[in-house]
């Protein structure tokens, strides 16, 4: 790339991280206040109450064991703001404010690596007006946290598919293990990167160099979770890689997906998480204890029963997951909020599978991309799907549809001017 083209994609860059630090700030000091679409409960999911809780040297000891369904990165960083700045929510407000322009950064740099550059502007811009980030900024929910985690590991893994090497290789495995620390649903993931990029490289590269790269993806998300593990042994008497919860999603998901919920006939925010609560309450009962007073206990009771429906009710199972293969993307807690949300996806995979077919013609190695979207959709099919599950992965699809954009404002299709150079050939280690 010569020296003005570099220029001009630092500015490019500079320009995406401003204009989303500027509409994150207006949401965060203006929009979150006079909006009325969302509630504006101030700590929904008690992250907030945890990481004052680790501010003031008491550690996690009144949130359970094992936290229960929730990963501890998100209330530590909290905990770490508060013990060096005092409590202060709108300066986590404003950290997050920077932390979606992260987002949009990273969207553009993503965008024009694997694309061009003005894919990348195009992605970046959209991430800043995204509908479902600009809800999150100013709440004190964990998406915001999640998504830049998420994010940062796929740009990781472009990085290592332009050039693999041990150092890319680890990055990838650091930043999905702290995602998986934040969110367990995230530890799977480099690991299925791992196998794809296997069998894609099989001819590409002898075993002797492939397999170390592998192995380093992998041991580097392991090295990052298990100090937590280890924690969450000497907690509790069990191996519990990063929380419980297994169970408890596998369950809810039954009932999230019924009709009346899935059609939004009834809100799932409140009927069905109240459903599933008195479900799990009778279940803990009939086994002759109460729910949540021990989170091991609690999971080992709901992991029995959810073993006991995937075998005798193998079509339920089937049908809530193919159900959550679409709540994925637009069931919020009202109407209005998962139309506005189901719209934006709607559109985003129109314009994506445009671009997909454009890289296909252009030999353009796209997967990388496509593999988070489809893993978090089914995997979270066939546990608990909901629409706020689906912001991690909102960057690759906005990435992806960018690109679409791009094929539509270029003349038939042709690569635009700014177009990226292709990928060099996989280096050795």
């Keep these: 790339m010569s020296m003005e083209a570099r220029d001009s994609t630092r500015r490019s860059g500079v320009f995406v991280f401003a204009f989303a630090l500027f509409v994150a700030f207006a949401m965060v000091t203006v929009g979150w206040r006079i909006q009325h679409l969302v509630g504006q409960s101030e700590d929904p999911y008690g992250y907030v109450r945890m990481g004052r809780s680790i501010a003031n040297g008491e550690g996690f000891g009144a949130y359970g064991s094992v936290l229960n369904r929730r990963g501890p990165l998100y209330p530590m960083f909290i905990g770490a703001v508060y013990a060096l700045f005092g409590e202060r929510p709108a300066l986590l407000q404003i950290l997050q404010a920077f932390m979606q322009a992260g987002i949009a950064l990273l969207a553009f740099d993503i965008g024009q690596r694997t694309f061009n550059r003005r894919t990348g502007i195009i992605a970046g811009i959209a991430c800043a007006l995204h509908p479902a980030f600009l809800r999150y900024v100013a709440d004190f929910h964990v998406e915001t946290f999640l998504t830049v985690l998420f994010t940062l590991t796929l740009w990781s893994t472009v990085r290592f598919v332009e050039r693999p090497t041990i150092r890319a290789a680890a990055l990838i495995g650091i930043c999905a293990g702290l995602a998986a620390l934040t969110k367990p649903v995230a530890l799977p993931y480099p690991f299925l990167f791992a196998a794809i990029w296997l069998w894609q490289q099989r001819r590409a590269q002898p075993a002797r160099n492939r397999w170390p790269l592998a192995a380093a993806i992998c041991a580097a998300a392991l090295l990052v979770v298990l100090p937590w593990t280890y924690r969450n042994y000497r907690s509790s008497g069990h191996i519990v890689l990063v929380t419980t919860g297994l169970g408890d999603a596998f369950l809810r998901g039954y009932i999230f997906s019924k009709p009346e919920y899935a059609t939004l006939s009834r809100p799932p925010y409140t009927d069905a998480e109240q459903e599933s609560n008195a479900y799990f309450k009778s279940l803990c009962k009939q086994a002759g204890t109460v729910w949540e007073r021990n989170d091991v206990e609690s ?24 159900t959550g293969l679409f709540t994925f993307w637009y069931q919020m807690t009202s109407f209005t909020n998962s139309l506005v949300v189901g719209g934006t996806a709607l559109v985003s995979w129109a314009f994506a599978l445009i671009g997909w077919r454009r890289a296909r013609r252009e030999r353009r190695s796209s997967w990388p991309l496509f593999l988070p979207i489809l893993y978090l959709n089914v995997m979270l099919a066939l546990l608990l799907a909901l629409g706020r599950y689906s912001v991690p992965i909102l960057p690759a699809l906005t990435i992806l549809a960018a690109f679409g954009v791009d094929t539509m404002l270029s003349p038939r299709g042709a690569p635009a001017n700014q177009a990226a150079q292709p990928a060099p050939h996989p280096q050795p280690v």
């Design 299 to 322: 999971e080992q009771i709901l992991t029995r029963e959810a073993k006991r429906r995937l075998g005798e009710d193998f079509g339920g199972f089937t049908r809530k997951s193919v």
